[in-house]
C-alpha cells in the first residue's frame, strides 16, 4: 500500500499516541486485594488473558521491542506476570486464556525465547488440542451439535489452529485441526428438528444465553463464529498448508454467507447470529447491521471472505468482499455505533481489520479510508476501554494498532485476531 504524506503526517502522531499508551503499561499494577484479587474474578487469573491481562500486554511490549520502539524488560516483566500462577490448561482455556495464551504471548512477544521456556508449553497446547480433537470425535460419532467453545477462536479449536499456523505451521496437529474445520462444515446428520438445512457447524448453545430458546443457532461472528474458522483455512490455504477437502470447506461456508448477505442502501451486511426460526424463515431476525467490529460486524465478516477469495484464486469473491467492507466504513451511522477503542469491539479493531484488508485489496478504493479510520482512532485511544489493560479489549490494544500503522511493522501478531 503506498503511504501518502498525509499518512507520513498521521503515522508520527499515532506512534506519539501508542508511545504514551504504552508509558502507562510499563508495569503490571499492583494486586487490589481490596477487590478479591486472590478470587475467581481476581486479576491475578486475568494475567494469563490475551483480552484481559498480562499476557496481551506483553506482546504489545514485545512487538515495539522488535521493532526498536522500546527495551526488553517489560516484555520480561508482563511475561512474569502472567506466569505467576499455575497456568489453566482446561476448562476455557484457549488462544485467549490460559495455557495457549501465555504460550502465544510468548511466541509472538519473544520469539527467540529458549526452547527450556517454550517446549513444555508447547507440549501442554498440544496435549489441549489432543483432548478437544478427542471430545469432537466422540461429539460427532453421537451426531450432536457442536458448543460454540468446540471451534470458536476465543477458546476452541480455531484458536488453537491459529496459534499453531504461527508457532509450528509444518506440524502434523495443524493439519489435523484443519481436517476437524473440514469436517465441522459438512452436513451433520442429526435427529434434532433442524436437521439437514443447517450446516455442521449449527451450535447446540441458545444464541442469547439469558433467554435461551429451543434449537440453537449459526454465529457468523469472526471471535465466537463461522468466520473464524473460514479465514484461518483461508490463511492457511494462502501457506500452502492444505488437508483433503480444504476447497470444499471453504466453499461450503462461503456459500452460507452469500446465502445470508442482507442488502441494504448503505451496502451489504450479514447477521451476527441466525435462530432455528430465521432459518426456516430464510431471513434474519435482525433488520440492519450491528455495529462495524472485528468481532461480529462487517469489518470481520468481510475480512474473512476477503482472504477466502485470495485462497482461492476467486476474484470476483475477493472484490465483493471489500466492496462490502468499503462500504462499511462510508456509512455514518454504522461508524456511529461504536462506542469504544479497543481491538475486540471498537475503533482499533475497525482499524487493523482495515490495514490488512487495505494490503490485499484488488483497487485503491479501501485505502482511500485508511487516513480516516486512522484519525479517528487517533482522537478516540484514550477514551475507556472494556478492560484496564488486556490486548483485544484494553489499551495495550489501541497502542499495537496505532503502532503497526505508524511503523508498517510485519510481526505477525493479528494472527490473533486472523486478520493476517
Known amino acids: 500500500m503506498t503511504i501518502s504524506p498525509l499518512l507520513k503526517t498521521l503515522a508520527c502522531e499515532a506512534e506519539s499516541v501508542a508511545s504514551c499508551i504504552t508509558d502507562t503499561l510499563a508495569e503490571p499494577p499492583l494486586p487490589d ?50 506466569t505467576a500462577d499455575t497456568l489453566n490448561n482446561s476448562t476455557g482455556a484457549g488462544l485467549w486464556f490460559g495455557t495457549p495464551a501465555v504460550t502465544h504471548a510468548l511466541t509472538t512477544a519473544a520469539p527467540h525465547a529458549h526452547p527450556a521456556a517454550l517446549d513444555p508449553l508447547d507440549r501442554a497446547v498440544a496435549d489441549l488440542a489432543e483432548r478437544r480433537l478427542a471430545a469432537a470425535e466422540v461429539r460427532l460419532a453421537a451426531r450432536q451439535r457442536p458448543s460454540l467453545s ?3 477462536l476465543v477458546r476452541g479449536l480455531t484458536g488453537l489452529g491459529a496459534h499453531l499456523l504461527t508457532r509450528q505451521p509444518d506440524g502434523a496437529l495443524l493439519r489435523r485441526v484443519l ?15 433442524i436437521g439437514r438445512h443447517a450446516p455442521g457447524w449449527w451450535s447446540a448453545d441458545a444464541a442469547n444465553p439469558d433467554q435461551p430458546v429451543p434449537g440453537g443457532h449459526a ?41 445470508w448477505r442482507q442488502a441494504d442502501p448503505a451496502g451489504p451486511w450479514w447477521p451476527e447470529k441466525v435462530t432455528a426460526v430465521d432459518l426456516h424463515a430464510g431471513r434474519p431476525t435482525a433488520i440492519g447491521p450491528a455495529r462495524p467490529s472485528w468481532c461480529y460486524g462487517t469489518p470481520g465478516i468481510a475480512r474473512a471472505q476477503q482472504l477466502a477469495g485470495i ?11 471489500e466492496d462490502a467492507l468499503t462500504r462499511c466504513l462510508a456509512d455514518p451511522v454504522q461508524l456511529g455505533r461504536i462506542i469504544d477503542p479497543s481491538l475486540c469491539h471498537g475503533w482499533a479493531g475497525l482499524a487493523a481489520t482495515l490495514w490488512y484488508a487495505a494490503a490485499d485489496a484488488r483497487s485503491t478504493a479501501l485505502s482511500a479510508h485508511v487516513p480516516r479510520i486512522l484519525r479517528l ?12 489493560s488486556g490486548l483485544t479489549a484494553g489499551h495495550a490494544g489501541v497502542a499495537l494498532t496505532l503502532h503497526t500503522f505508524a511503523t508498517c511493522t510485519h510481526v505477525r501478531w493479528a494472527t490473533s485476531l486472523l486478520i493476517n
Open 150 to 152: 468446540e471451534f470458536d
Open 311 to 321: 485462497a482461492l484464486g476467486d476474484p470476483a469473491r475477493q472484490q465483493t468482499a
Open 179 to 193: 481436517q476437524y474445520l473440514v469436517r465441522l462444515t459438512e452436513p451433520l446428520d442429526t435427529n434434532d428438528d
Open 33 to 82: 486485594f481490596a477487590a478479591g484479587d486472590y478470587g475467581p474474578h481476581s486479576t491475578r487469573w486475568h494475567a494469563q488473558s490475551l483480552s484481559k491481562g498480562a499476557a496481551g500486554v506483553s506482546i504489545l511490549h514485545g512487538v515495539r521491542a522488535q521493532t526498536g520502539h522500546g527495551g526488553w524488560e517489560p516484555v520480561h516483566t508482563w511475561l512474569r506476570r502472567a
Open 219 to 259: 454465529n457468523f461472528g469472526m471471535a465466537h463464529g463461522i468466520t473464524g474458522p473460514l479465514a484461518l483455512l483461508a490463511l492457511a490455504m494462502r501457506h500452502t498448508i492444505i488437508v483433503p477437502g480444504h476447497t470444499e470447506a471453504i466453499g461450503r461456508i462461503s456459500t452460507w454467507l452469500d446465502t
Open 377 to 388: 482512532l487517533i482522537q478516540h485511544a484514550n477514551d475507556p476501554t472494556p478492560e484496564r
